[in-house]
């Protein structure tokens, strides 16, 4: 039984991943910015309500992780933002800087911290959640795709630097997911390019081969099996759930 803490697992692809992991019959820890998004976990599971990119708040949960667990198996550094959806020119500075916070930076505490526990016990597995806007880029989104892009190589990095220890990492890049975060985007997408939301929606399914959305258990199962021994020699790799991106931006 595997020791796993997930960051924003409080709703999403994080509380998809917890719940993922639980039912494999996995101990799990949660984290959120907002409490709010962890009152309703299902009993047993241990939360904290912290900043993602807060260090001291991040350096004590892990201290916190060591004195009631005694070390980590699997983290899922999975704190990200969608960010604005806007030209270049009109993003505003601390808007840049507030999604590649979030996106860059709180998986870098995530992995810093966890990395001294997983070392000394000479096992672990890092799985990171980027996204195919880190494999391809999309228009009006650049602080989120910039950050997305960095955290595959951060990844590659974790893989050469942690390797050695037996510790894995691997990145996770979702298409797109259906649930309220996506909603977000695809309102966002359709006032700056002047379409209905049906008509992004569209867009987004049309550009992959399997023709639709991917669900947020679709993540999910997939980091169980990469957290899992099964995947013992699976590590430095980036891999999509997203139904084959043929185009990642089709003009619809």
């Known amino acids: 039984m595997s020791r796993v803490l997930i960051t924003a697992g409080g709703s999403g692809i994080g509380r998809a991943m917890a719940e993922g992991f639980a039912a494999a019959g996995h101990q799990v820890w949660v984290t ?10 299902p009993e047993g599971w241990r939360t904290t309500a912290v900043d993602a990119t807060d260090e001291a708040g991040v350096k004590a949960l892990f201290a916190e992780i060591a004195d009631v667990w005694g070390g980590l198996d699997v983290l899922c550094a999975n704190a990200g933002i969608a960010g604005p959806t806007a030209l270049i020119e009109d993003i505003a500075l601390e808007d840049w ?11 870098f505490l995530a ?24 494999q391809y880029g ?39 997911v259906e649930g309220p975060r996506m909603e977000g985007v695809l309102e966002r997408e359709a006032a ?25 258990s679709d993540i999910a199962n997939l980091a169980v099996f990469l957290g899992s021994d099964a995947a013992r020699l699976v590590s430095g790799q980036v891999i999509a759930v997203d139904g084959h991106t043929e185009n990642p931006d089709p003009k619809v």
């Open 111 to 134: 992995a810093k911290h966890a990395a001294p526990m997983m070392k000394a016990a000479r096992a672990g597995s890092i799985i990171v959640t980027s996204s195919t806007a880190g």
């Open 192 to 216: 700056a390019k002047g379409m209905t939301r049906d008509e992004v929606y569209a867009g987004y399914a049309s550009g992959t081969s399997m023709g639709r959305f991917v669900e947020a």
């Open 138 to 176: 999309y228009p009006n989104r650049a602080p989120y795709c910039s950050a997305k892009w960095a955290v595959i190589g951060l990844m590659k990095t974790l893989a050469m630097e942690l390797g050695p220890f037996g510790i894995r990492a691997n990145v996770i890049c979702p298409g797109a």
């Open 32 to 41: 959120d910015v907002s409490a709010v998004a962890l009152a309703d976990v």
């Open 97 to 107: 800087r507030k999604c590649v916070s979030v996106n860059l930076e709180g998986c």
